[in-house]
Nanobody
Framework: QVQLVESGGGLVQPGESLRLSCAASGSRFSPPLMGWYRQAPGKQRELVAM???????NYADSVKGRFTISRDIPKNTVYLQMHSLKPEDTAVYYC?????????WGKGTLVTVSS
């Protein structure tokens, strides 16, 4: 059974940085696609960033140039480095993994950006 465990969320001030981590277990080695989504209060879940096993990345326009996604293949872990955080980045961030046509989700980690 695939399990995703996120960590690294918290409360930061605008302009600060955070790094989220997500460790996957129970999946195939090097899943084809891993990434991050987020859901702000009262809004739909949206893509933040995705990374293929080959290293191809895709970012939401709102985070380009500020966020960087990376993967540690041997550790089956995906990271999201977030810089220059803004209040509008406040959301629950969910890790996702796709393999064999299925999507899996973590329970989420809360990121709050506030002064």
């Amino acid at each position: 059974q695939v399990q995703l465990v996120e960590s690294g969320g918290g409360l930061v001030q605008p302009g600060e940085s955070l790094r989220l981590s997500c460790a996957a277990s129970g999946s195939r080695f090097s899943p084809p696609l891993m990434g991050w989504y987020r859901q702000a209060p009262g809004k739909q879940r949206e893509l933040v960033a995705m990374c293929t096993s080959g290293g191809t990345t895709n970012y939401a326009d709102s985070v380009k140039g500020r966020f960087t996604i990376s993967r540690d293949i041997p550790k089956n872990t995906v990271y999201l480095q977030m810089h220059s955080l803004k209040p509008e980045d406040t959301a629950v961030y969910y890790c996702s993994l796709s393999q064999y046509g299925m999507y899996y989700w973590g329970k989420g980690t809360l990121v709050t950006v506030s002064s």
